[in-house]
Nanobody, 124 residues
Framework: QVQLVESGGGLVQPGGSLRLSCAASGRTFSRYVTAWFRQAPGKERDFVAALTWSGGNTYYADSVKGRFTISRDTANNMVYLQMNSLKPEDTAVYYC?????????????????WGQGTQVTVSS
């Protein structure tokens, strides 16, 4: 079992930055693919970014490419999402997810483990 806990959400003005953190416990993150999803009110949960643990390969949704960066701290079992140039349409609850697989997917049900989510609001 893997437990995931997100932190770092909050209110930020358009153009601002936030860094989300995802702490994993229970098992090491090795051989897990980790991802960030987001869900706005009344909408489906959408893929944001993914990181394959073994190779360190990263993948991004087109809507965040060039603005968001997913990264990891292997020693401390942490995954991060650095979000820059935030826009009002980035407002959502952001979720960390993980799956014991080598490759990633943009589909939410591919991932077995989820955090509780952290709210990000981009507004002036």
């Amino acid at each position: 079992q893997v437990q995931l806990v997100e932190s770092g959400g909050g209110l930020v003005q358009p153009g601002g930055s936030l860094r989300l953190s995802c702490a994993a416990s229970g098992r090491t993150f090795s051989r897990y693919v980790t991802a960030w999803f987001r869900q706005a009110p009344g909408k489906e949960r959408d893929f944001v970014a993914a990181l394959t643990w073994s190779g360190g390969n990263t993948y991004y949704a087109d809507s965040v490419k060039g603005r968001f960066t997913i990264s990891r701290d292997t020693a401390n079992n942490m995954v991060y999402l650095q979000m820059n140039s935030l826009k009002p349409e980035d407002t959502a609850v952001y979720y960390c997810a993980a799956s014991y697989r080598a490759t990633y997917s943009t589909t939410a049900n591919y991932y077995s483990y989820w955090g509780q989510g952290t709210q990000v609001t981009v507004s002036s």
